[in-house]
């Protein structure tokens, strides 16, 4: 998934006057894992909180 100069823009925005490359990558993944759930469950692309609970169960072994 891309992001666009405009969201670039925002995130860029909202940092103080100095940070660090790493601060302004951290808050872009942040942004577009955000963007890219949100487009998932628009799409009705997500799992039951069952379901989910029971991919935890194998996880967590």
Avoid: C, H
């Amino acid at each position: 998934m891309t992001l666009t100069k405009d969201k670039l823009m925002q995130v860029a925005d909202s940092l103080p006057s100095e940070f660090s490359i790493d601060d302004l990558l951290e808050k872009l993944i942040v942004v577009q894992k955000i963007e890219e759930g949100l487009k998932q469950s628009a799409n009705n692309q997500v799992l039951s909180t069952e379901d989910a609970k029971k991919r935890m169960k194998k996880w967590l072994k």
